[in-house]
């Protein structure tokens, strides 16, 4: 089994910047590629940046040439690097490990707020 945890999270002014990191533990080796949802207060969950085993990457258009998502193998770590936050951004985000299976975290809240 995998488990994920997510770290990185808090409270940060517009114009800001955090780095969210995804750490796995258990069989590591299930995992292939790493992905950050994020869900705000009545929305859906949706997703934000992905990282595939080849580390090819792909962001929401909401967040692209702000965040910047990437893997440290060595860790079995991922982050997700967030740049120029804005308040929209605000949400529990959460890590999606994939591969043979798929696996979460339990969320990292993220606020921008002034």
């Known amino acids: 089994q995998v488990q994920l945890a997510e770290s990185g999270g808090g409270l940060v002014q517009p114009g800001g910047s955090l780095t969210l990191t995804c750490t796995a533990s258990?069989?590591?080796?299930?995992?292939?590629?790493m992905a950050w949802y994020r869900q705000a207060p009545g929305k859906q969950r949706e997703l934000v940046a992905l990282?595939?085993?080849?580390?090819?990457?792909n962001y929401a258009d909401s967040v692209k040439g702000r965040f910047n998502i990437s893997r440290n193998k060595a860790r079995n770590r991922w982050n997700l690097q967030m740049n120029n936050l804005k308040p929209e951004d605000k949400a529990v985000y959460y890590c999606?490990?994939?591969?043979?299976?798929?696996?979460w975290g339990q969320g990292t809240q993220v606020t921008v707020s002034s």
């Open positions: 990282i595939t085993v080849n580390s090819n990457t």
């Open positions: 258990g069989s590591t080796a299930l995992i292939y590629g």
């Open positions: 999606n490990g994939r591969g043979r299976g798929e696996f």
